[in-house]
């Protein structure tokens, strides 16, 4: 599944929705005899797609603002990893999310009020531990998030291509699975 990069959605006419709608249905197998006239008759159509980002990118979710003096910008949640909505899992991945963001910036907060209260060392031989820096602390925050969001989004997108997929080795499993149980 391509990632649409720019979020834009394809700008179809109400007429076009529609007819592209009934085909799905059609296509389907569905019964429509209740959904039909429905769609038929609407003269309003919100088309919402299921989006998700790739998992795989190597973008990372911080990246420093050129000229802002070492400030950073770092996603969380569906702007770091959305993911199709068939394990109900996003808002419990975003704060998640949140929670360990907000432990890196707490453990910076940390290493920062240390700076300030440390008394100057007089001598340069001394062999001290260098802290760590913001990035590398979102970093962190990256790394323990990415594989847990990585999973999620791999079996949310797998659970639906199951319950929606059209053909394939997949949907054959599916309908046989269902028409046994």
């Known amino acids: 599944v391509a990632e649409n990069s720019d979020w834009q959605q394809d700008i179809q006419s109400v007429d076009d929705l529609l007819k592209s709608s009934l085909d799905l249905i059609d296509k389907s197998g569905v019964p429509g005899i209740d959904l039909i006239p429905i769609i038929e008759n609407a003269d309003r159509v919100f088309e919402l797609g299921v989006y998700f980002h790739n998992p795989f990118s190597l973008s990372g979710w911080s990246k420093e ?4 003096g070492g400030r ?5 949640g569906d702007a770091a990893h959305a993911m199709p909505p068939f394990l109900g899992q996003g808002a419990n991945q975003a704060v998640q999310d949140s929670y ?3 432990t890196k910036i707490f453990e910076y907060n940390g290493i920062v009020s240390q700076w300030n209260e440390a008394p100057v ?6 062999e001290t531990e260098k802290p760590k820096t913001l990035q590398k602390l979102l970093k962190e925050y990256e790394h323990r998030r990415w594989l847990p969001t990585a999973s999620i989004t791999a079996k949310s997108a797998l659970l639906g291509y199951l319950e929606t997929g059209q ?10 699975f269902f028409f046994v149980a």
Not at 65 to 68: L, P, Y
């Open 167 to 176: 053909k394939g080795f997949l949907s054959k499993f599916r309908d046989v």
């Open 72 to 76: 950073f910008c770092v996603l969380t």
């Open 100 to 102: 360990s963001l907000a």
């Open 65 to 68: 603002v050129k000229g802002s």
């Open 121 to 126: 060392s007089s001598t340069a031989d001394e």
